[in-house]
């Protein structure tokens, strides 16, 4: 029995009450595919660049499906056809329809049995990729070790991914385990990824694979010098949850922002399409290996954190429901919360200490992610020290899993806060 004495009958009745909620969805899910998870797969079978008018290869493909109505058959389906008829390979095919010399709609259909045939010998070379990335990391792991949990969390972000790699590495020298890399502002609701390796953003660095690719590298190098493996963080939601989960996957990735219904409540995203992304792009996490994190701080942050605290526990019981679904451990399910308590509450700090005690022991097994205060952060840098430093005894004594640090400015001036590593 743990430290709160909690029920766990109301446990199991609330884990059978969000597996009901997640089923009902489960019968949509299965029905339906969404544009971004169809980019995704041709992502996965090899499709990359941009065409002459710098549009990513995967949205040309997808949108030449998709306006014939086709995309229902699946952009595999449509990629392969092709290759056959014209005996090209993924990329020469892509390349020469983003140059509009191939209709994909249009292309003479081939033999169903080996257009399978070939389907799934790439979802298999796809897959061993991600195998092999996976490996990487065990390679890694093996040989450097990791810090003593909690993980420190550190987030850079400036938008240029070469000055966040500088940053990154102060980081890592300073003793952060974690480097969190926030996306730019607004790319949530960008229908497409960009492309290439990116000097400018806007309170954040925009996601691409070879960001990724950059910021990876970075670490691996910042990671040997020091002695330690560094887990790389960014940010699998919004419109190409999907697509960045693979390219997570395919850059080594360690953990991503990945919340089932985030996108739904925060970005008013269609919740059909959110709901089959986060189905497919968490198979994809799951089987590369990477950790998720919730959003469920996000509810403290527009909400009482007292009188608002059951949403996070349902919240995080529906995540836990739909990663299971996905095929997920309840190792990869970094499950979300905060410490936002009005410190002016009296018995605050209890009540902060038995909402994490009570999050640690309903998911003993997931590595819980602890966000610090921002919402009661003010001018007075005095009181946010002890703030933090409350917020720090509360993430030891509860034994939390990833430990985001508290920053001064938090939520006063975030892209000046993020640019100044220093203040570590």
Not at 415 to 424: D, R, S, T, V
Request: hydrophobic share 45%; aromatic share 8%; with cysteine.
């Amino acid at each position: 029995m743990g430290k709160l004495q909690l029920d766990q009958g109301m446990i199991n009745a609330a884990r059978e009450s969000a597996k009901k909620i997640v089923a009902d969805i489960k019968e949509h899910i299965d029905l339906h595919s969404t544009v971004s998870v169809e980019r995704a797969v041709l992502r996965l079978f090899g499709v990359d660049g941009v065409n002459p008018e710098d549009i990513p290869l995967p949205n040309v493909l997808q949108e030449q499906i998709s306006k014939n109505g086709k995309l229902g058959m699946g952009a595999a389906f449509w990629l392969v056809n092709g290759m056959l008829a014209y005996n090209l390979d993924v990329q020469a095919l892509a390349e020469e329809a983003g140059r509009g010399k191939i209709d994909l709609i249009r292309t003479a259909s081939q033999d169903y049995a080996k257009v399978k045939e070939v389907m799934d010998e790439l979802a298999v070379k796809a897959l061993a990729k991600i195998v092999a990335k996976r490996k990487e990391r065990d390679i890694y792991l093996r040989n450097l070790g990791e810090g003593p949990k909690p993980y420190l969390y550190v987030i850079v972000a400036t938008g240029n991914i070469y000055e966040d790699v500088v940053q990154a590495k102060a980081a890592v020298r300073q003793g952060a385990d974690i480097i969190a890399v926030i996306r730019s502002t607004g790319q949530s609701l960008l229908d497409y990824v960009p492309y290439g390796a990116t000097t400018e953003g806007f309170g954040g660095t925009l996601a691409t694979q070879e960001n990724f690719r950059i910021m990876r590298r970075a670490l691996d190098e910042a990671g040997t010098e020091v002695g330690r493996y560094i887990r790389l963080t960014n940010y699998c939601s919004g419109l190409c949850m999907p697509e960045i989960a693979v390219m997570g996957a395919l850059e080594r990735l360690d953990v991503m922002l990945n919340d089932s219904m985030y996108g739904i409540i925060f970005r008013d995203i269609n919740m059909q399409r959110t709901f089959a992304d986060q189905y497919f792009s968490r198979m994809v996490n799951g089987y590369a290996g990477i950790v998720i994190n919730t959003g469920e701080d996000n509810y403290l942050t527009t909400a009482d954190a007292v009188e608002a605290a059951h949403t996070v526990l349902a919240s995080q019981f529906i995540n836990e429901q739909f990663a299971y679904l996905s095929g997920m451990p309840a190792g990869l399910m970094g499950l979300g919360h905060a410490f936002e308590i009005s410190p002016d509450l009296e018995d605050g700090f209890v009540l902060e200490l038995a909402q994490a005690q009570l999050i640690r022991e309903v998911f003993p097994e997931a590595p819980i992610k602890f966000m610090p205060p921002t919402k009661f952060i003010t001018g007075n840098i005095f009181k946010g020290h002890v703030q933090d430093a409350m917020f720090n005894v509360a993430s030891i004594l509860t034994g939390q899993s990833i430990h985001l640090l508290g920053i001064l400015t938090e939520a006063m001036d975030l892209a000046n806060c993020w640019m100044k590593p220093k203040a570590l």
